[in-house]
């Protein structure tokens, strides 16, 4: 069964340079899923959009892919499956060092970013799946209070307190015109009484639907920027001037905003590329009040799984993942990640604490790594 749209307005513009919307090419839910009210709210949205959306007989998956491999990605990034987060996807994991915990909104993500940290993370197509049992969602946050390890204890970030990253495994802005998860979040956070910080990291622009919520501060929004040079791997996303406008525009009316430099890519000419990225930052945000800033630095890594998935999504890609100027490093949980060697590392971040101290003086570097 297929739910059709019916004739709608269009979703509302942002000033100058319109944002980047995703209009996936297909859309299907879960009988489970539209059991839920903001299951049927995503459906009543798509179609807003102008978007069918088909409803599935049960809450398998049927996606029927085509056996190609590069057609089959490509017409699962153009793919947004509504369904029903698991238990397993209610309980809450730690998310160092960006925050205490992650809260999954949806997973997978509709941008072409050919360093995608979630390339060998996530099983199956690269489909995005939303999800519509939001109030379950919800209602787990009180259960994690205080019991962190990243700002919770941190003598140096217990100000934020317990803090929550938002959907880590997908971008939350790109979906919010589908499912307005974010903006229910956010406006959870902001009513919340109690000692608590959302945070959400983003590619794209579209934050005319955030800009009056009631966020009493408790939500820091970031983009994440690379210099324009390096744009080349960020597919799909909204430009990087735009990213920056519509960071100025949150600090504008009072949120809390950051910088995450991801991935700094030590390629010839990095050192001017990244001044020049920095001093855009600095344009953006001038003249603004008060604003709370912070700085997340990330240098370009990748795992042997990561890089077997990107090579074969992206083969024209000249994204360097060689092993010149890369070390080994295990994780945690035993696996390997090529990074940086030494060499590379420490020039790399002693210009970012130089150049962040004369451009943004007011920002705090939240970490390294």
């Avoid at 049927?62 to 017409?75: G, K, V």
């Avoid at 238990?87 to 060092?97: D, G, W, Y």
């Avoid at 690379?226 to 080349?232: D, E, G, H, M, V």
């Avoid at 990225?277 to 604003?291: E, F, K, M, T």
């Amino acid at each position: 069964m297929t739910i059709a749209p019916d004739p709608a307005p269009s979703p509302v513009a942002e000033p100058g340079s319109p944002p980047r919307l995703w209009r996936p090419r297909r859309v299907v839910a879960t009988r489970s899923a539209l059991e839920w009210a903001h299951g049927r709210a995503i459906v009543e949205r798509a179609a807003a959009l102008g978007i069918a959306v088909e409803a599935l007989p049960s809450d398998r998956l049927t996606l029927n892919l085509p056996d190609n491999e590069r057609q089959s990605y490509a017409l699962a990034k153009q793919t947004l499956a509504l369904v029903v987060a698991p238990p397993s996807k209610r309980r809450l994991q730690p998310i160092a060092p960006s925050a205490d915990w992650r809260v999954d909104l949806a997973e997978g993500c509709p941008a072409h970013c050919s360093y995608c940290y979630l390339a060998g993370s996530l099983k199956g197509p690269p489909i995005t799946r939303v999800y519509a049992n939001l109030t379950e969602i919800l209602a787990e946050l009180p259960n994690y209070l205080g019991r962190g390890t990243v700002t919770s204890r941190s003598a140096g970030r217990a100000h934020e307190g317990t803090t929550f990253e938002a959907s880590c495994y997908t971008d939350p802005l790109a979906l919010e015109h589908l499912t307005g998860s974010l903006s229910t979040l956010i406006a959870r956070f902001g009513a919340w009484d109690a000692d608590v910080q959302l945070r959400f990291t983003t590619k794209f622009d579209a934050v005319t639907p955030l800009l009056g919520l009631a966020h009493g501060g408790r939500t820091r929004m970031r983009v994440s920027v690379n210099p324009a040079q390096f744009a080349r791997f960020e597919g799909g996303t909204s430009p990087v001037a735009q990213r920056l406008v519509a960071l100025g525009r949150m600090a504008r009316v009072g949120y809390p905003v950051g910088l995450t430099i991801a991935p700094i890519i030590a390629d010839p000419g990095w050192e001017g590329a990244y001044a020049e990225l920095i001093g855009q930052a600095a344009a953006a945000l001038a003249g603004i009040a008060g604003v709370d800033l912070t700085v997340e630095l990330i240098t370009h890594r990748y795992t042997p799984g990561s890089k077997a998935v990107l090579e074969g999504w992206y083969p024209g890609s000249n994204l360097d993942m060689g092993t010149a100027d890369r070390v080994e490093k295990r994780t945690k949980f035993g696996s390997i990640k090529h990074v940086y060697d030494a060499a590379t590392m420490r020039p790399l971040r002693s210009f970012f604490e130089a150049e962040i101290a004369a451009r943004l003086p007011s920002a705090r570097i939240l970490y390294w790594t």
